[in-house]
């Protein structure tokens, strides 16, 4: 009888896929794909490994990756399934944390680390045709990169029509799409990495403890996500902009609830921290 695979697009296995310390060769492969460095990452040492029964249920957990690469970069990668209307300074927010963590009050500025935030998204959120763009600082007179420490990547999912066997990055894209895409089974003789990913996704989709933690975390981002539709409901009554005004109210309760402190709420939702204060 055969594995009915679960989805990578799911955080929790994407998370377990690439951000595990047993597997590091799976992200490695990946993040060479995407950020082609002009020197091939060795090696990546993963700084949030750990992961809970009740930080899976909580809905608005971040199942992220964080990685600190043989050559002191630090990498985040997110898969992120719903369309929040934030991503943009989402991403730019958390590659700030990620960024001035380094710092601790007791390196020098200069010694802070290049930062990179990978996002895989389940929409399209640019408008443009590529499926991957990456974003750095330059300047708009002559395109001069003024440093390379802030690299933003976005890979929207739907974008990829079909898979490129000679490029890596479209591989992995499509094996996070479909792991039983018949291209897919083909290249995993080709190419080591995604075999090791391919049976290590088989294993967890037969462990009973890793498909309760996966019905788990698909119950909780589904509730999230409908209560962003619910939100946008009401929205079409109320206008657009009180429906984006509800739909931040109601995700700063829930954040609220869950502990997070005001200043982190604001940097999520982009209401002011006198807002946030009058839900309490």
Same mark, same amino acid.
């Given at each position: 009888?055969?594995?009915?695979?679960?989805?990578?697009?799911?955080?929790?296995?994407?998370?377990?896929?690439?951000?595990?310390?047993?597997?590091?060769?799976?992200?490695?492969?990946?993040?060479?794909?995407?950020?082609?460095?002009?020197?091939?990452?060795?090696?990546?040492?993963?700084?949030?490994?750990?992961?809970?029964?009740?930080?899976?249920?909580?809905?608005?957990?971040?199942?992220?990756?964080?990685?600190?690469?043989?050559?002191?970069?630090?990498?985040?990668?997110?898969?992120?399934?719903?369309?929040?209307?934030?991503?943009?300074?989402?991403?730019?927010?958390?590659?700030?944390?990620?960024?001035?963590?380094?710092?601790?009050?007791?390196?020098?500025?200069?010694?802070?680390?290049?930062?990179?935030?990978?996002?895989?998204?389940?929409?399209?959120?640019?408008?443009?045709?590529?499926?991957?763009?990456?974003?750095?600082?330059?300047?708009?007179?002559?395109?001069?990169?003024?440093?390379?420490?802030?690299?933003?990547?976005?890979?929207?999912?739907?974008?990829?029509?079909?898979?490129?066997?000679?490029?890596?990055?479209?591989?992995?894209?499509?094996?996070?799409?479909?792991?039983?895409?018949?291209?897919?089974?083909?290249?995993?003789?080709?190419?080591?990495?995604?075999?090791?990913?391919?049976?290590?996704? /088989?294993?967890?989709?037969?462990?009973?403890?890793?498909?309760?933690?996966?019905?788990?975390?698909?119950?909780?981002?589904?509730?999230?996500?409908? /209560?962003?539709?619910?939100?946008?409901?009401?929205?079409?009554?109320?206008?657009?902009?009180? $429906?984006?005004?509800?739909?931040?109210?109601?995700?700063?309760?829930? /954040?609220?609830?869950? $502990?997070?402190?005001?200043?982190?709420?604001? $940097?999520?939702? $982009?209401?002011?921290?006198?807002?946030?204060?009058?839900?309490?």
């Amino acid at each position: 009888m055969c594995t009915v695979l679960f989805k990578p697009k799911v955080d929790y296995i994407f998370k377990n896929l690439f951000g595990s310390e047993k597997h590091p060769k799976i992200l490695i492969s990946f993040l060479n794909a995407c950020i082609k460095p002009e020197s091939p990452i060795v090696s990546v040492q993963i700084k949030n490994s750990e992961l809970t029964k009740e930080y899976i249920e909580d809905s608005f957990s971040r199942l992220d990756i964080l990685a600190k690469t043989d050559k002191g970069e630090i990498i985040n990668i997110e898969m992120q399934r719903a369309d929040e209307k934030n991503m943009i300074k989402r991403s730019l927010y958390y590659w700030s944390k990620a960024f001035s963590g380094e710092y601790g009050g007791k390196s020098r500025y200069s010694e802070l680390p290049r930062t990179v935030c990978v996002n895989v998204l389940d929409f399209n959120l640019l408008a443009e045709e590529n499926y991957h763009n990456k974003y750095v600082l330059k300047n708009d007179k002559n395109n001069d990169v003024l440093t390379d420490v802030i690299e933003l990547h976005f890979i929207e999912l739907p974008k990829m029509k079909e898979i490129d066997p000679d490029d890596l990055l479209s591989v992995w894209t499509g094996f996070i799409n479909d792991p039983n895409d018949e291209k897919i089974i083909e290249l995993e003789s080709r190419v080591v990495e995604l075999h090791e990913a391919k049976i290590e996704l /088989a294993r967890m989709s037969r462990d009973p403890k890793e498909a309760e933690y996966y019905r788990l975390r698909q119950n909780a981002m589904s509730e999230r996500m409908n /209560a962003l539709l619910e939100a946008e409901d009401k929205g079409v009554v109320r206008g657009r902009a009180e $429906g984006e005004k509800v739909a931040k109210l109601e995700i700063a309760k829930t /954040a609220l609830k869950n $502990g997070l402190s005001s200043e982190i709420i604001s $940097g999520i939702t $982009g209401l002011s921290i006198e807002e946030i204060e009058l839900l309490k």
